[in-house]
C-alpha cells in the first residue's frame, strides 16, 4: 500500500493547500488542519502496527533497484514516527487555541516541519536525508521567529547561522560519501564504505558528528538552543525539543551505525561527550531564571543520556536510548505545553513568575510536576525507566564511570527543577488572575504526562515496539538486505 | 495476596476525587481497612510481577516485616484520626501516599520494588512537607529532597552494584555495594551527621504533618538497616548516635526540634540493637521501632495539641498546661515515660531487650548515658511544658478525634508495657526475657532517678532560654560549588554568535585532529 | 588575538580539507552508468539531469520546492503587509521602455525553458528563475507598487501553492495507475518518443509545476525583501 | 584536479575566516554564500570527467563517448536551491534585525545568553 509516504506527503500537501484554501474560507483552515492531523496520526498507527510485524520499504517512482529513493521503515523509524504523530498532532491541537500570530503561515510552516521530521525519520537515502534536514531546519528557523519579538529575531538569527554551518557540514560529508562509495542509498553506501580510504572515513565521520551535533547540542555546539528557545512560540519549543533535534540525532544515529558500526572509539567518544553533555547542561540549567531556558538546557541533557546510551554499542544500550528519545518527547513536551499555558494564562516566563499557580490552576500544575519528576528520573514515571535501563546497559558494558555520573546528572536536574515545583506550590506574592483556558490548550498536556505514567508502570507497551530496533542497527547487513529486496 | 500498601496508594485516588464527610470516611476506612489487611497477612511471598527482564516480588511477608507494617498501619490510622478535622485535599491524598509507599515498602521482596517505593516515600513526603502557608518550608523541603535523593541515587547505584555482582535483586542482606547502601540507609535513618533534614523539617511543618512525618520516613531507614544491612556490625555508631543526638535535644527548646533530635537519639537504639546482629538485639531493635513509632508519634500529637490550643511550640513560652490540657498532658507524660525507658511503659520492654542483646560493656554503658539524656530532656519537656506554674492562653480545646487518636496510641502504649507478650506474639518469637524481674526493674530506674538528681541541681542551666541557633551543616557548600561552576559557565555564555562559531569549529578542529593522531 | 585564533583553525580547517580531498578515492560508480546509459531510455527524457531530478529522485525536488514554499511564506510574513516605497531612485523613460520590451521575451524564454527542460538544458527550476526575473525587473524599474498591481501577491502565492500542490498531485498519478507515488518510467503511463516535446510521461508538467512554484517564489521573495518599514 | 581542489578549500577557508572574523551580519552571510559556492565547486569537481560531455543526449543515438556524472549536478541543483533559500531567509531576518536593533553588528546583537 502506499500509506508510508503518505506519512511525508500528506502534511506537504496539506501545507501547500491551506493557503489556497483560505482564500476560499478562512474557518476552514483549522478544520483541514485538525483533519489532516487526525487523518496523519490515523496513518502513522496503521503504518507502525504494520512495521512492527515486519519492516516496510517503500520505493519512490516504483524505482525497486535502488535507482531512486527509498522509504525504509524499520523498528527505529516506526518508534520515531510514532512519536513524531503523537507529538504533532498534540501539538496542533494545542495550537489551535495559542496560537494568534500569522496563524496561516504557522499552520504551513507546522505541517512542513512535520514532514520533513517524518522524512528525515523515514528515508533510506543520503541526499534525500539532507533534503529533510533542511526543511526542518528553515521551518524552524522560521517558527522561531514568527512570534516577532525581539527575542524571537535575535533567536532565530543565531540558529540560521549555527544551522546553516552545521548544514554545510552534513552537506560536505554526504558528497565526500557519494565520491567514496558512488552511491547515495543507505544500503549500497554501506556496503561500499568500508572501501574508502582512512583519512576521508574519518573525516566523514567528523563532518557527520559536528554536522549534526550541532543540531542535536553536544555541549560546546549547543550554545544557540536556549537562546532559542526563548522567543519561540512554546508549541515549537515541545516539537523542537521533542522530535527535531530527536531527527538529528535519529539521523546521526542511523548514519553512524549503517557507515562506521559502533566501534570501540566511536562508542568512548559518545559516552564520554554524552557525559560532558548532560553535566554541563544540567549545571547550566540550574543557573537559569527563565523557565524556557531551562528546559532547554534539560532537553540538551537529555541528548547526553541518549548518546551516552547509543555510545555503549551494545543492544541493551540502544534500547536504552531509543527508549528515552520516546520519553523524551513525551516528558518535554508536556513541560513545554504547560509552560505555554502558563505564559498564556498568566504570563508567566521566569520561575517567579510561577509562584502560586499551583493552587490556581491545579490540574495544569500537577500535569507539569508529573513531567517534571518524569524527567528527574524519578519512579513511578518514565524517565526513570529509561534513566534505569541506560544505567544497567552502561553498568554491564563496564563504563563505570559514566554509570556512575548518571545519577549525579538526576539529582542536578532534582536541584533545578525543584524551584520550579517549589515556585508552583509557594504562595503568590499577589493576586493572580487567570485567563480561562480552553480544552484545547489542557487535553494534550494531560494526554502527554498521563503518557509519562503509564509508560513509566508498564513500560511494556513501547518496550515491544523498541526490543527490534538493535536488529537493524547493530547488523546492518539486516538493514542494507531490507532495502535491497532480499 | 496483595500488598497492603497498595490499598492505600489506590485508596489515595479516590481521596483526591471526592469531598468533605465521604473523604474523611474514606480516609477512616481505608486505614482500618489496610490495618486488618496487615494484620491478616499470612507470611509468605506472592504477587510476582515481570518487569522489563526483572522479577518483582511485590508481596513478601515475613515475622519482622508484619510487626513494623502493623505499627505503621497502626499509627497511620491514629494520624489521620488526630489531623481528620484540619486536614485539606492535599495532606489525604499524599499522607495516604506516604503511607501506603512505606507500608509496601515493608512487604515487597525485591530490591527494584524497594527502590521505587523507597524514592515514592521521598517524593510523597517532600510535597507533605512543602506547605505554602509556611514559607519557610520552601528552602528546608526543598533541602529535605536533595538529601533523601542523595540516598536514592545511592541505593540504586549500589543496588546495580549488587545486581551486577550476584545477578539477582532478592531483597536480602546485602554483601557487595555497602558503602553506597550504608550512605542510603543513613539518610534515610538520619544517622548523626546526615540528620540535619529531620530537625529542620519535622519542625516547621503544620502540625499534624509532622506526626504523620515523624512515624515513617526515619523507622523505613531502620527496616532497611534490619533487611539490608545485617551483615555490618554498628553497634558502637549506633551508640553514638543516640548520645549525640540526645545531646543536641537538650540544647532545645523548640519542642518539636528536641523531638526531632530525640528520634535520632532513639534511631541510635535501634541501630546498635540491630548492629549488634545478635538474635535478641535484632529482635529488640525492632521492637524498640514499634514502640518508638508509638510513644514518639504520640508526643508529635501531644505537642501538636498544645500547638494548636495556644498557638506556641517553644517551651519559652509553655507552661501551666497540665490544668487546661489535662488529657493532653496524661498523653504526654504517658509519652515521656515510655520513652525514658520507665517500667511499665513499651519504651522500656525495647529497651531492656535491647539492653540484653548487646554483650559489649561500652555499649550498654552508651545507653545508659543516652538513657540519662532522655529522661533528662523529657523532664524538662514536661515541666516546662505542662507542669511549671504560668499562665498560658489556651484558645481552643482539642476536638475529640484528636483525642481518640491520642488516646489510641496511649492505649496502646500502656497495653504492651503492662504485657510485653503482644510484642513477642505478633513477631512470634520468644525472647526469654523475664521483662519484670526487680533487678531489671531496678537498673531500668537508674537513669531516671540520676536525670531527677541533676534535674533537681541544674534546674536553672536547664530551663529554656533564648539562645541563638545555630545549624552548623557542611551540605550547602557542595550547592554553593556548584552553582559557582554555573555561573562560570554561563558567564562564557555571553550571547555573541561569532563566538559560537568559534566553539564549533574549534571543536571540528579538535576531534578532526584528534582522529587523526 | 581573535584573529589570530580564527586565522590559525582556518588554516587548519582547510589544510585537513585539502589532505581529505587529495586522498579522495573513486568508486564503481554504477548508479551514474546505469543513468547514462539506460536514463534516457527508461525516462524517454535527453536531459539526464532532468530525468534524475524529475523522475529518479523527484522525491528530492519536493523536498527542494518544499524548501522555496517554506522560504517564500516565511518572508511574505517576517517583512510588513502594507507596501512602501521602494529602496532605489527611479529610473529614466528608456529604461522603463527597454524592460517593457524585454518582458514578452523574457517570458518566451521562461517558457521554452520549462517546456523544454526534458530534451535541452533547463528545467523548471532555471525557467522558474528566469520567469522570476519579470517581475524582479518590473519592480526594479517602476517601483513595488505597480509591481504589485501588475501581478497581484495573491495571485503569487496562489500560483505558488498550486504549483507545490500541482506536484504533489502529479506524484499521486503514479499511485492512481497502480504504481508507487511519482511513478513515471514504471508507471503504465505511455511515456511517448524520446526527443518530442510531448514525451517523458509526468515529467514536462512537473517540470512546468516547478517552474510556476519558483517564479512565483523568488519574485515573492524578492518583493518582500525589498520593502521597507 | 589538485589546483581545483586547493581553490575548494581556500574557498572554503576564506568562508569560514569570513564568518569569524566580521561582525557585519551582511558580511556573516557572504562568508556563508561563499563556503557554499566552494561546495558546489565540489560537486562539480567531483562529477567531472576528463573530455566528458554534459549529460544531455542527441535524440537519435549515443553519440557520446564519455559523459560527466550527472548525479552531483542534479544534487549540486537542490543544494543550490536550498541554500539561495537560507541565505534569503538570513537576509530578511537581517532586515528584521536591523529594524529592532539598529545596528548590524553581531557584538551589539546578544541580549539572550546565560
Request: glycine content about 10%.
Amino acid at each position: 500500500m502506499d500509506t508510508p509516504v503518505l506519512l511525508v506527503v500528506l502534511p506537504l500537501l496539506t501545507a501547500f493547500s491551506l493557503g489556497i484554501i483560505k482564500t476560499f474560507s478562512k474557518k476552514l483552515v483549522k478544520a483541514v488542519t485538525v483533519i489532516s492531523a487526525t487523518v496523519h496520526l490515523a496513518l502513522i498507527i496503521s503504518v507502525v502496527r504494520e512495521a512492527m510485524q515486519s519492516p516496510i520499504v517503500y520505493h519512490l517512482g516504483d524505482w525497486d533497484n535502488l535507482l531512486g529513493i527509498s522509504l525504509v521503515i524499520d523498528s527505529f523509524s516506526a518508534m520515531m514516527a510514532l512519536l513524531v504523530g503523537v507529538l504533532s498532532y498534540g501539538v496542533i491541537i494545542y495550537s489551535l487555541v495559542y496560537v494568534d500570530f500569522h496563524e496561516l503561515k504557522y499552520y504551513v510552516l507546522s505541517f512542513l516541519l512535520i514532514a520533513g521530521v517524518m522524512g528525515m525519520s523515514l528515508t533510506g537515502d543520503l541526499f534525500n536525508l539532507y533534503v529533510f534536514f533542511e526543511i526542518v531546519s528553515i521551518t524552524s528557523y522560521a517558527l522561531v521567529a514568527i512570534k516577532e519579538e525581539e527575542a524571537s529575531f535575535e533567536g532565530a538569527f543565531k540558529y540560521l547561522v549555527m544551522g546553516m554551518l552545521s548544514g554545510t557540514f552534513v552537506l560536505l560529508a554526504i558528497i565526500l560519501t557519494y565520491q567514496v562509495t558512488g552511491a547515495l542509498n543507505f544500503a549500497q553506501v554501506a556496503a561500499n564504505f568500508g572501501d574508502a580510504p582512512m583519512l576521508v572515513r574519518q573525516t566523514i565521520f567528523v563532518f557527520f558528528l559536528i554536522g549534526f551535533g550541532t543540531k542535536f547540542c553536544l555541549v560546546p555546539l549547543h550554545a544557540w538552543l536556549p537562546d532559542v528557545y526563548c522567543g519561540a512560540p512554546a508549541s515549537f519549543n515541545a516539537l523542537s525539543s521533542g522530535i527535531v533535534i530527536k531527527a538529528s540525532l535519529y539521523a546521526f544515529i542511523r548514519i553512524v551505525f549503517l557507515l562506521f558500526g559502533m566501534t570501540a572509539g566511536i562508542g568512548q567518544i559518545l559516552i564520554y561527550w554524552g557525559v560532558i553533555t548532560f553535566l554541563v547542561a544540567h549545571t547550566l540549567a540550574y543557573q537559569q531564571e527563565s523557565l524556557k531556558r531551562l528546559l532547554g538546557y534539560s532537553s540538551i541533557a537529555q541528548i547526553g543520556y541518549i548518546l551516552l546510551a547509543i555510545g555503549l554499542g551494545t543492544e541493551s544500550g540502544i534500547i536504552a536510548g531509543s527508549y528515552h528519545i520516546f520519553n523524551d518527547g513525551l516528558m518535554k513536551a508536556t513541560l513545554f505545553l504547560g509552560v505555554g499555558i502558563f505564559s498564556y494564562a498568566v504570563g508567566a516566563s521566569k520561575i517567579d513568575d510561577l509562584r502560586g499557580l499551583g493552587f490556581s490552576m491545579p490540574k495544569i500544575s500537577f500535569a507539569f510536576v508529573i513531567a517534571t519528576l518524569a524527567i528527574i528520573g524519578l519512579p513511578p514515571f518514565n524517565g526513570f525507566i529509561s534513566k534505569w535501563l541506560i544505567l544497567q546497559a552502561a553498568w554491564e558494558t563496564e563504563y563505570i564511570v559514566a554509570a556512575f555520573f548518571i545519577p549525579v546528572g538526576s539529582l542536578l536536574s532534582l536541584a533545578y527543577y525543584l524551584k520550579v515545583i517549589k515556585a508552583l506550590y509557594s504562595r503568590p506574592e499577589r493576586e493572580i488572575e487567570v485567563k480561562p483556558i480552553d480544552w484545547k490548550l489542557r487535553v494534550p498536556t494531560y494526554v502527554l504526562s498521563a503518557a509519562c505514567l503509564v509508560m513509566g508502570i508498564i513500560p511494556g507497551l513501547s518496550l515491544a515496539l523498541i526490543e527490534n530496533i538493535p536488529k537493524f542497527l547493530l547488523d546492518s547487513s539486516n538493514y542494507i538486505n531490507l532495502l535491497l529486496g532480499r | 495476596m496483595v500488598n497492603p500498601g497498595l490499598i492505600y496508594l489506590l485508596g489515595a485516588v479516590f481521596l483526591y476525587f471526592t469531598k468533605g464527610k465521604l473523604r474523611q470516611f474514606l480516609a477512616v476506612a481505608i486505614s482500618v481497612v489496610g490495618l486488618l489487611w496487615v494484620y491478616n497477612l499470612p507470611v509468605g511471598e506472592g504477587m510476582k510481577v515481570a518487569f522489563l527482564d526483572l522479577d518483582l516480588i511485590l508481596v513478601s511477608v515475613t515475622d519482622m516485616s508484619r510487626l513494623t507494617g502493623i505499627v505503621f498501619a497502626f499509627f497511620g490510622l491514629c494520624a489521620v484520626l488526630y489531623a481528620l478535622l484540619f486536614a485539606e485535599r492535599k495532606f489525604y491524598v499524599l499522607s495516604h501516599i506516604y503511607i501506603g509507599s512505606s507500608i509496601t515498602l515493608v512487604f515487597v521482596g525485591d530490591l527494584f520494588s524497594f527502590y521505587f517505593f523507597w524514592e515514592l516515600m521521598t517524593i510523597s513526603s517532600y510535597f507533605l512537607i512543602f506547605d505554602r502557608t509556611k514559607p519557610i518550608t520552601e528552602q528546608t523541603s526543598y533541602y529535605y529532597f536533595i538529601m533523601h535523593l542523595v540516598g536514592g541515587v545511592s541505593l540504586l547505584w549500589g543496588i546495580l552494584l549488587n545486581y551486577s555482582v550476584t545477578g539477582s535483586i532478592a531483597l536480602t542482606t546485602i554483601e557487595h555495594g555497602l558503602p553506597f547502601f550504608i550512605v542510603a540507609v543513613g539518610i534515610k535513618l538520619a544517622f548523626i551527621g546526615v540528620h540535619t533534614w529531620l530537625p529542620k523539617n519535622y519542625s516547621n511543618v503544620p502540625f499534624y504533618t509532622s506526626v504523620v512525618l515523624s512515624a515513617f520516613t526515619t523507622k523505613a531507614g531502620v527496616y532497611a538497616l534490619y533487611r539490608l544491612l545485617g551483615a555490618v556490625s554498628l553497634g558502637y555508631a549506633g551508640t553514638i548516635s543516640a548520645i549525640v543526638g540526645v545531646i543536641f535535644a537538650l540544647k532545645q527548646t523548640e519542642a518539636r526540634r528536641l523531638l526531632s533530635y530525640h528520634i535520632i537519639s532513639q534511631i541510635g537504639y535501634m541501630i546498635a540493637g540491630i548492629g549488634v546482629g545478635t538474635t535478641l538485639g535484632v529482635a529488640g531493635g525492632m521492637f524498640h521501632l514499634f514502640n518508638h513509632i508509638l510513644y514518639k508519634g504520640l508526643l508529635f500529637m501531644v505537642i501538636g495539641v498544645v500547638i494548636y490550643a495556644t498557638g506556641k511550640g517553644d517551651l519559652i513560652d509553655l507552661g501551666g498546661l497540665s490544668k487546661k490540657l489535662p488529657f493532653t498532658t496524661f498523653c504526654g507524660v504517658v509519652a515521656s515515660l515510655a520513652i525514658a525507658g520507665a517500667p511499665f511503659f513499651n519504651g522500656y520492654v525495647s529497651k531492656l531487650v535491647i539492653k540484653s542483646g548487646l554483650e559489649d560493656p561500652v555499649l550498654q554503658w552508651g545507653l545508659y548515658i543516652a538513657g540519662i539524656g532522655t529522661a533528662l530532656s523529657f523532664m524538662k519537656f514536661m515541666y516546662f511544658g505542662f507542669f511549671r506554674e504560668r499562665e498560658v492562653e489556651v484558645e481552643r480545646k482539642p476536638t475529640m478525634i484528636m483525642k481518640l487518636g491520642m488516646g489510641l496510641v496511649a492505649g496502646v502504649i500502656i497495653l504492651i508495657g503492662l504485657v510485653p507478650g503482644v510484642l513477642e506474639s505478633i513477631a512470634n518469637l520468644e525472647t526469654g526475657v523475664d521483662y519484670f524481674s526487680l533487678a531489671y526493674l531496678w537498673e531500668s530506674s537508674q537513669p531516671i532517678l540520676i536525670a531527677a538528681v541533676i534535674f533537681k541541681l541544674a534546674h536553672d542551666i536547664i530551663e529554656p532560654h533564648e539562645h541563638d541557633e545555630v545549624d552548623r551543616d557542611i551540605y550547602p557548600f557542595v550547592g554553593y560549588g556548584v552553582n559557582y561552576v554555573g555561573g562560570v559557565l554561563s558567564k562564557v555564555q555571553n550571547g555573541d554568535v561569532s563566538r559560537y562559531i568559534l566553539w564549533l569549529l574549534t571543536t571540528l578542529a579538535v576531534v578532526w585532529v584528534s582522529f587523526l593522531a | 588575538m581573535r584573529k589570530f585564533a580564527s586565522l590559525i583553525i582556518v588554516v587548519l580547517l582547510s589544510g585537513l580539507l585539502l589532505m581529505t580531498f587529495l586522498s579522495l578515492s573513486t568508486a564503481d560508480y554504477d548508479l551514474s552508468e546505469h543513468y547514462i546509459n539506460h536514463g534516457a531510455e527508461e525516462t524517454k527524457a535527453l536531459n539526464l539531469v532532468t530525468a534524475i531530478l524529475f523522475d529518479y529522485r523527484a522525491f528530492d525536488t519536493l523536498g527542494e520546492a518544499t524548501v522555496v514554499f517554506a522560504v517564500a511564506s516565511t518572508i511574505a510574513f517576517l517583512v510588513p503587509k502594507r507596501t512602501a516605497s521602494m529602496i532605489s531612485a527611479r529610473f529614466s523613460i528608456i529604461m522603463q521602455q527597454t524592460t517593457s520590451l524585454l518582458i514578452p521575451f523574457l517570458f518566451m524564454i521562461g517558457a521554452y525553458i520549462i517546456a523544454y527542460g526534458h530534451i535541452s538544458p533547463g528545467g523548471g527550476f532555471a525557467g522558474g528563475v528566469i520567469l522570476a526575473v519579470i517581475t524582479i525587473l518590473i519592480t526594479v524599474t517602476f517601483g513595488i507598487r505597480y509591481s504589485d498591481r501588475q501581478v497581484r501577491p495573491e495571485i503569487k502565492s496562489f500560483m505558488e501553492s498550486f504549483g507545490a500542490m500541482g506536484f504533489v498531485l502529479l506524484g499521486f498519478i503514479g499511485i492512481v495507475l497502480g504504481g508507487n507515488f511519482l511513478a513515471n518510467a514504471n508507471s503504465t503511463l505511455d511515456l511517448g518518443v524520446k526527443g518530442e516535446l510531448i514525451s517523458s510521461g509526468i515529467i514536462p508538467h512537473i517540470n512546468l509545476m516547478t517552474g510556476l512554484k519558483v517564479a512565483a517564489g523568488l519574485s515573492i521573495m524578492f518583493n518582500s525583501l525589498i520593502k521597507e518599514e | 584536479m589538485e589546483q581545483t581542489f586547493l581553490a575548494i578549500a581556500v574557498l572554503f577557508g576564506l568562508g569560514l575566516y569570513i564568518i569569524l572574523t566580521h561582525q557585519n551580519l551582511i558580511k556573516i552571510a557572504m562568508g556563508i554564500g561563499v563556503m557554499e559556492s566552494a561546495i558546489i565547486l565540489l560537486f562539480i569537481i567531483l562529477s567531472y570527467r576528463p573530455g566528458g560531455t554534459a549529460p544531455i543526449l542527441d535524440a537519435d543515438a549515443q553519440a557520446y563517448d564519455l559523459i560527466v556524472d550527472p548525479i552531483p549536478q542534479a544534487l549540486s541543483l537542490t543544494a543550490i536551491v536550498i541554500g539561495a533559500g537560507t541565505t534569503a531567509l538570513m537576509l530578511a531576518l537581517i532586515i528584521k534585525i536591523y529594524n529592532r536593533y539598529n545596528t548590524l553588528y553581531i557584538d551589539e546583537i546578544k541580549k539572550l545568553k546565560g
